[in-house]
């Protein structure tokens, strides 16, 4: 659970804000989590997560954290939006996978103005041969979308409505107020895809 105020709730584990039109999931898998690589090894967990990515969108960032106390992916990633031509979609998703489940949140913040304007940007200032640079986890991916410099987070402050920035900042909302079932962060530990 998290702090839902601000909130809509739209269905059993689905919350709206009606301001942004950002939505937040929680959701629980049962069985071994559909996780390529151990966490501990995130060099090959990175390279896999932007190589799966690569078929519908591109991984932005991934990352192993701490949450509640358990080992915690933390993953952002864009896809072109369904219904909005030259839109994208970002999502942010909090994955805890134990040995038989996995518990996630995803946020899911979609361009609602104007497309584009972050990249074109960022392009001005960085210059073109500097603003679709091989992808950091997986250098020789090329995906349905290109990984941009202008997704860094530097540059959140400069663009605090673009939904990749909201995305971001939900995160650090949420997670300082989600909280984990105590019977599920007993489960046995998560080793990797071939611990089962």
């Known amino acids: 659970m998290f702090d839902t105020s601000g909130f809509r709730q739209s269905g059993e584990d689905v ?12 959701q629980y898998t049962p069985g071994p989590p559909i996780i390529p690589a151990p966490l501990e090894d995130l060099p ?24 509640a106390g358990l080992p915690t992916l933390l993953r952002v990633e864009k896809v072109p939006h369904w219904n909005r031509p030259g839109g994208l979609i970002f999502t942010m998703s909090l994955i805890v996978p134990r040995a038989t489940g996995a518990a996630a ?3 899911l913040c979609a361009e609602n103005g104007v497309t ?6 960022i392009g001005t200032k960085l210059g073109r041969d500097h603003m679709y640079p091989p992808h950091p986890y ?3 991916i090329r995906g349905v979308l290109p990984y941009s410099a202008a997704d860094d987070a530097q540059w959140d402050p400069e663009f605090p409505d673009h939904p990749l920035t909201r995305a971001r900042r939900w995160f650090t909302r949420i997670s300082q107020s989600a909280r984990i079932d105590a019977q599920f962060a007993a489960l046995p530990p998560f080793a990797g895809p071939h611990s089962q």
């Open 15 to 26: 919350w709206d804000h009606p301001p942004t039109g950002d939505r937040v999931i929680c």
């Open 44 to 67: 090959a967990l990175r390279s896999m997560l932007a190589e799966a990515s690569a078929e519908n969108g591109c991984l932005v960032e991934a990352h192993v954290i701490t949450f």
């Open 138 to 140: 997986a250098p020789n």
């Open 116 to 121: 584009g304007e972050r990249d074109a940007l």
């Open 105 to 107: 949140l995803l946020v």
